[in-house]
């Protein structure tokens, strides 16, 4: 049997293989949309994939079920649980619990496990050449490494009113009557890893057992005495922010996402053609530098998104695909980087990466305005924004800010004033740079105040001298 975990460090997210070497078929778990790894993968060791399935409705990422299902013909699996709010909208295989989805001489079972979503499916993974039991446990984001998969995503994200008491009382269930009767020798594979917002204290090794969870996580104590209100109240106390661009994900994955299939090489513009697109507004530059860069001089209008490696992260905050309908071109001289890009934002729904561009040179450009922590006391402003999270607000803040986190911040456009101008912050200054981006496209203006909150904190604490 092989199971190989592919690790997507950009969402903190894990998809897996699981192969049958005797018959050559395999299955991939909670596969992203950019599907060439697990072609490349499976072709490797000469495994062709027959199935794909995914364990919920996924918020953080755009799946790549159809799309994987699409590119081999394999049959798309998903989960038929949770009530008819909670059902797929595209064709597949409904998986309930105790289904079993047959790969050569491996069994994967199907477990309902409901509470970070009502639909939620964990797989228990057979391998039928060597067992006659499961030794591998799929958990998805049921249980974490240390910790476990929030169940206030539906209230911060979704639109849902007071859903994560529910939620949180059916992961007390599903840990007390599924993943407590496990042995402890069953290995626990999750889909997210440090980093990710879809829990609180995620741990960052790849792998841990039944055994071990249940003696040293923070949960365990609670499940054993069967206390579920101090459960209750231990798992949603303190959970991070839930960035805004989850919706669209719960939405686009539960319907179904489209299936863009082999996309066309992306072009490489000259100057001459892209800078009257530019002055038109008829497509945007994404500029993947570090904000110390972009702060020196941008192309006009262009969305600041750090990458490859955090394109994703940083793209699902600055571009909303559902309202950004003009082509994208990425800023950078290497062709392979500029398809990383592509790749990366490709995982949050952001399909509309056409090309790339060398240089600034023969571009219409704009230095983003900035200003010094001496200089804010004197700035007339219409607004202090932090674009921190809740937590790192609450820890220290510069007096007057309003705190409104970077993944949020283009969805509440309405909290912001449009006469004046806004001076933004974060910690260091990234995060600051990629929203600051996206609200100057929105017609605010904005004013990134240098070195962030750090930078004034250090300033803040120097002896001032009147001369």
């Known amino acids: 049997m092989l199971l190989e975990r592919l690790y997507d460090e950009d969402l903190a997210q894990a998809s897996y293989v699981i192969g049958c070497q005797a018959t050559g078929e395999a299955l991939v778990v909670d596969p992203r949309r950019d599907i060439t790894p697990y072609l490349e993968l499976t072709a490797r060791h000469d495994l062709r994939v027959v199935a794909v399935t995914e364990t919920h409705i996924h918020a953080d990422y755009l799946s790549g079920t159809r799309e994987l299902a699409a590119a081999t013909g394999a049959t798309a699996h998903v989960s038929g649980e949770g009530g008819p709010d909670w059902q797929y909208g595209f064709e597949a295989q409904r998986l309930h619990d105790g289904d079993e989805i047959t790969i050569g001489n491996i069994r994967v079972q199907a477990r309902h496990t409901p509470g970070h979503t009502p639909e939620h499916l964990m797989f228990l993974v057979t391998d039928g050449a060597t067992a006659d039991s499961p030794g591998y446990a799929l958990t998805g984001d ?42 402890d020798h069953v290995m626990v594979y999750p889909a997210h890893g440090a980093g990710s917002a879809c829990g609180k204290a995620l741990g960052a090794l790849p792998a841990s057992t039944v055994g071990y969870e249940r003696r040293f996580s923070w949960w365990a104590p609670y499940v054993e005495k069967n206390d579920e209100q101090g459960f209750v109240d231990s798992l949603l106390d303190g959970q991070p922010d839930a960035h805004a661009y989850f919706a669209r994900m719960k939405v686009d994955n539960r319907e179904g996402p489209q299936v863009v299939g082999e996309l066309p090489a992306l072009r490489r513009f000259e100057a001459a053609e892209l800078a009257p697109m530019i002055e038109a507004d008829e497509a945007i530059v994404v500029d993947p530098r570090a904000h110390t860069a972009v702060h020196e001089g941008t192309v006009q209008g262009a969305l600041n998104i750090p990458g490859p490696a955090k394109a994703a992260s940083f793209g699902a905050w600055a571009c909303d695909p559902q ?6 071109v990425v800023l950078t001289g290497d062709p392979e980087a500029a398809q990383q890009m592509r790749n990366h934002l490709l995982r949050v729904g952001i399909d509309r990466v056409i090309g790339y561009v060398d240089s600034l040179e023969g571009l219409p450009t704009a230095v983003p305005a900035v200003i010094s922590p001496a200089e804010l006391e004197d700035t007339e402003r219409a607004l202090l924004l932090d674009v921190r999270s809740r937590s790192e607000h609450a820890d220290g803040h510069i007096p007057g800010s309003l705190q409104l986190s970077a993944g949020k911040a283009l969805w509440n456009l309405e909290r912001l004033p449009r006469e004046g101008t806004v001076i933004t912050y974060c910690q260091s200054g990234v ?9 100057r496209r929105e017609g605010i203006d904005v004013v990134e105040l240098d070195g962030s909150y750090a930078g004034w904190s250090t300033w803040a604490e120097q002896p001032q001298f009147n001369v």
């Open 323 to 328: 309202r950004e309908t003009r082509p994208l």
């Open 142 to 183: 049921f249980v974490f490494i240390g910790d476990l998969g929030r169940p206030d995503l539906l209230d911060e994200a979704a639109g849902g009113v007071d859903t994560r008491f529910e939620g949180a009382k059916q992961l007390f269930r599903s840990l007390r009557e599924v993943f407590w009767s496990l042995p």
């Open 431 to 439: 995060r600051n740079s990629v929203v600051a981006s996206a609200l």
